[in-house]
């Protein structure tokens, strides 16, 4: 099946630095989401990209679909920033609504 | 905040006994999906659901069954608990196949 890589798996920020995350795939996709998972376990759907540029706020994805990767920049970070930021695509040859998700990477900011 | 209630939020169980995780969701959406999250192994489905009474398996779906038999609701049984299958239990939604998706609270279930 497809092959998701996150990184770096985790991540130490100052409040209001900016940072950059990322997502490998290893097949061609249609389909790319991102989510944020907070310390209380909530999962927070960010962006769905399969490719191209979108901004939210502090936030901003870019899909390169024909390299085959993702990044997921968080711009002046804050403490509500911190958790787990996933990444999932569709798994290879399966229907694009069965999502394979990236190990993730925490990200701790502090005060 | 997309209209997903999983329920109950905290179980403990007993090995051999059977279990029912309910998620309810208000958004009429089509898709309904179960996902168990575990240390080491990230987010992995169960099964999902495509329409009433339409369901299909996932990643991870032996000692797993689902049943749907209304668009707002999907049903999720542990036919005979065991201690592997103590976890955090979410639910999701999606309005179609590949778009994109939205997840309940989660259920933490343990399995003793």
């Known amino acids: 099946g497809i092959q998701v890589e996150q990184s770096p798996p985790d991540l130490i920020l100052q409040e209001g630095a900016n940072s950059t995350l990322r997502c490998n795939f290893s097949d061609s996709v249609n389909n790319l989401q991102w989510f944020h998972q907070n310390p209380w376990g909530q999962l927070i759907n960010l962006f769905y990209?399969?490719?191209g540029t979108k901004q939210n706020g502090r936030l901003s994805a870019t899909t390169v679909a024909t390299e085959r990767y993702s990044l997921l920049y968080i711009s002046s970070s804050q403490t509500t920033d911190s958790g787990v930021y996933f990444c999932a695509v569709p798994y290879s040859g399966a229907g694009s609504y069965q999502l394979t998700f990236g190990k993730g990477t925490k990200l701790s900011v502090i005060p | 905040d997309a209209g997903i209630t999983q329920s109950p939020r905290h179980k403990v169980t007993e090995t051999g006994t059977p279990v029912t995780l309910r998620c309810h969701q208000t958004?009429?959406?089509?898709?309904m999906y179960w996902y168990r999250q575990d240390p080491g192994h990230g987010l992995r489905l169960i099964h999902y659901?495509?329409?009433?009474?339409?369901?299909d398996k996932g990643e991870v779906s032996d000692g797993y069954s689902v049943s749907r038999s209304k668009t707002e609701d999907f049903l999720l049984t542990l036919e005979s608990a065991t201690s592997s299958q103590t976890s955090v239990y979410f639910c999701a939604i999606s309005e179609s196949g590949g778009n994109t998706i939205y997840f309940g609270e989660g259920s933490w279930l343990t399995v003793v």
């Open positions: 958004e009429n959406h089509r898709y």
């Open positions: 659901s495509y329409g009433v009474k339409d369901t």
């Open positions: 990209i399969p490719s």
